[in-house]
């Protein structure tokens, strides 16, 4: 038995490690490394084969473009990652604690990129629901233009003046999106007033004949002439009236309509009525009243009986509380 001074001294054991931690067998041979290649070549042309195949599907339901190339990129990444977890597992790798990490991984690579995943994603709805294409004429966050590109950040514009404007997909997929030329044809309106001793009746047909004489208002559906109000200084008419759906359309269209309603109406010797204004000069010709009248009350409805002779009376609402006496 050694002494108390004496220092005893051991060789360090290795401890062994959780079974669940391993993720390699130390024991392969050739021929596991050689089938784990199969497979994983394998896995390579069978993702390939996979996404030209999704792609051909896709593109007949949805047309080709943005929307098919990433579903089928996708689906061909995920063929890829179990046919390579497949092949691990071959190796004896444990893919859980594998997995795992990627997970943990992809969650902090999603926080850090949470804007580029959200216009991502909103790209695929945006192919997906297809509210528009490339080449409608759309109005999307206050921007009137042309589409020109869809991609997996921004949808790129084409605006009326010539310019290019980028919109983040996301802020595409959260606004309204008001697609001009989906339908080949829209309904404008164009405001006409006129003058209160006009004969109605014949300045509406006046109206209906000036549209007739212009070519790019559709006759079908028929144009309508609707009286809408009367105003401050006119009587309002709205014609209502269909066009061709793109902008240049809408601007020509509009234009002969105006130019035709006012040869008509001038040859008609119709007047379009204006905003007109009086000038008071300040002194008062007929006084409403020679002197105020000592009371004024009048009777209202739900308050007051009608009464040949004026009487004061308060609200019940507005009496002031009457006080008890303390034997009651």
Request: hydrophobic share 45%; proline share 6%; aromatic share 6%.
């Amino acid at each position: 038995m050694p002494g108390l001074g004496q220092m005893i001294i051991r060789p360090p054991t290795l401890v062994a490690q959780d079974t669940a931690e391993v993720l390699v067998d130390g024991s392969l041979t050739s021929g596991d490394w050689l089938r784990a290649g199969a497979i994983l070549l394998a896995t390579i042309l069978v993702s390939i084969i996979v996404s030209r195949l999704l792609r051909r599907v896709i593109s007949h339901g949805l047309g080709t473009g943005f929307a098919s190339i990433m579903l089928a990129r996708l689906a061909s990444y995920v063929a890829f990652l179990v046919g390579l977890f497949y092949a691990l597992t071959t190796l004896g790798v444990r893919v859980g604690p594998l997995v795992g990490a990627l997970g943990l991984g992809g969650l902090v690579l999603a926080l850090a990129l949470q804007r580029v995943v959200e216009n991502f994603v909103s790209s695929i709805i945006l192919q997906a629901r297809r509210p528009f294409t490339i080449g409608d004429t759309v109005e999307l966050d206050g921007w009137t233009g042309v589409v020109a590109d869809i991609d997996s950040r921004t949808t790129l514009l084409r605006a009326l003046d010539g310019s290019h404007v980028r919109l983040p997909n996301s802020t595409v997929t959260s606004t309204t999106i008001v697609n001009l030329t989906r339908e080949p044809r829209r309904r404008s309106s164009l405001e006409v007033g006129v003058a209160y001793e006009t004969d109605l009746v014949r300045a509406r047909e006046t109206l209906t004949e000036a549209i007739a004489r212009v070519p790019r208002v559709r006759t079908d559906p028929v144009p309508s002439v609707n009286l809408v109000d009367f105003g401050d200084s006119s009587i309002g008419f709205s014609i209502l009236y269909w066009h061709d759906s793109d902008v240049p359309s809408e601007l020509a269209a509009r234009t002969d309509l105006m130019i035709a309603v006012h040869q008509a109406l001038t040859a008609a010797e119709i007047t379009i009525a204006f905003p007109q204004m009086v000038v008071w000069s300040g002194i008062e010709q007929n006084p409403a009243y020679v002197e105020p009248p000592d009371e004024v009350f009048t009777d209202h409805p739900g308050l007051d009986a009608p009464s040949s002779s004026p009487r004061k009376r308060v609200s019940p609402n507005f009496r002031r509380p009457t006080r008890r006496k303390s034997g009651d």
